[in-house]
């Protein structure tokens, strides 16, 4: 069993560059969050999806688009990286109901020079 | 904005000792929880305590709610050396499921 899987775990892009992070989770989750996290501000979520085929924006949204294709895969992407987006993304997931816990993956280490 | 502020953002102790941190938050909420990050690693869930719920225990850990004062604590008592880690509180305040988390209290456990 193994939980949320965030494929790559480090990654160092060119300003002006894109790619996509990869979000697998196994649990059956509903619903599936990106955050990024950085020094001294805790964990700000990017965008969300409540389902299979949905997504909707979080907190700081700019810059970043997502896709939920299938129910166990979220993907995070940047369609042109900004040293501002250097961070740790963190993919989460849980269930639907109100007092349920999130899961989080080991994270993605993003440099953009 | 972070709808969580977590005091002390710094906490040393020695193995043995109690651990209490708190959280303060803005609006109301569905539930209030407790998680966990070692150095480099994701989040991991401690404790989930519900809006009309005022404490709770899971082994070492206390936590309590007080939405009068929109605040929560958590208590680590005898603690070990595993319990360095940064711990964030993070408030549920919708039907779907986003947390709002607040900067995190950074303890270290000295032996």
């Known amino acids: 069993n193994a939980g949320v899987t965030q494929t790559p775990k480090f990654r160092v892009l060119k300003t002006g560059q894109s790619m996509t992070l990869l979000c697998a989770q196994d649990?059956?989750?509903?619903?599936m969050y990106w955050y990024r996290q950085d020094p001294g501000m805790g964990l700000r979520l990017i965008h969300y999806?409540?389902?299979?085929?949905?997504?909707a924006k979080g907190e700081v949204p700019d810059g970043y688009n997502v896709s939920r294709l299938k129910k166990q895969n979220f993907l995070l992407g940047l369609e042109s990286a900004a040293p501002s987006q250097t961070s740790v993304y963190f993919c989460?997931?849980?269930?639907?109901?109100?007092?349920?816990?999130?899961?989080f993956g080991q994270g993605t280490r993003l440099t953009v020079v | 904005s972070q709808q969580g502020e977590e005091d002390p953002q710094a906490l040393s102790i020695q193995e043995g000792e109690n651990a209490t941190m708190n959280c303060s938050y803005k609006?109301?909420?569905?539930?209030l929880q407790w998680y966990r990050q070692n150095s480099g690693r994701g989040l991991v869930h401690l404790i989930l305590?519900?809006?009309?719920?005022r404490e709770k225990h899971s082994g070492r850990l206390r936590v309590t709610l007080d939405t009068s004062k929109k605040s929560s604590s958590l208590l680590i008592t005898a603690s070990r050396a595993a319990d360095t880690a940064s711990y964030f509180c993070?408030?549920?305040?919708?039907?779907?499921?986003?947390?709002?988390f607040g900067a995190g209290t950074q303890v270290v456990v000295t032996p």
């Open positions: 305590i519900r809006s009309n719920e």
């Open positions: 649990m059956n989750h509903e619903y």
């Open positions: 999806s409540v389902g299979e085929g949905t997504t």
């Open positions: 989460a997931s849980s269930f639907q109901t109100e007092n349920t816990e999130a899961f």
């Open positions: 993070a408030t549920k305040t919708d039907s779907w499921g986003k947390l709002q």
């Open positions: 609006t109301s909420i569905n539930n």
